[in-house]
């Protein structure tokens, strides 16, 4: 795709989104198809990709690195370490996401917009904690493979 192909897509996103919160504002109170946690669901519908990439962004600097640096740290790649094929991966991280919908869909009229995006980071914290111990247990249970060089005659 390129990076002019991921900035319009992300371009795109953001005007989608910024429409949605608008629309939904000028609904009437009593519309049934109001959402009054509108924020949290335009969060919750990228929530994937705005944890993966502040997570990384957060252990590059954490390490004192640049948070544009290239490595295998995204969620992704951590769960192709694990063993996954990228379809699973896919299936994976779209029932995250249908997930993390539904509850803040369910939970609209409960909670305010704070306390449901606070319940959203403690959920992606804890998952994505879990697959860095169970990849760092993968990593230390793991075999090495030898790989012998063969000679050139």
């Known amino acids: 795709m390129g990076d002019t192909g991921s900035l319009f897509i992300g371009f795109f996103c953001a005007v989608i989104l910024i429409t949605f919160l608008n629309k939904n504002e000028s609904l009437p109170l009593n519309e049934m198809y109001r ?17 993966d990439t502040s997570r990384i962004m957060f252990i590059r600097m954490s390490q004192r690195r640049s948070p544009f640096a290239p490595d295998k740290l995204h969620i992704h790649s951590l769960l192709l370490r694990l063993g996954l094929k990228h379809y699973q991966i896919a299936i994976f991280v779209n029932i995250f996401s249908i997930i993390a919908i539904f509850a803040c869909l369910m939970l609209d009229r409960l909670i305010l917009d704070c306390v449901s995006i606070l319940i959203g980071l403690i959920f992606c914290l804890t ?8 990849v760092k ?9 030898a790989i012998k060089k063969r000679k050139r005659k």
């Open 127 to 134: 998952i994505s904690f879990f697959i860095s111990k169970r």
């Open 35 to 51: 959402i009054s946690n509108s924020v949290s669901l335009a969060m919750v519908l990228f929530i994937y990709p705005i944890f």
């Open 137 to 145: 247990k993968f990593k230390s249970t793991r075999k090495s493979i």
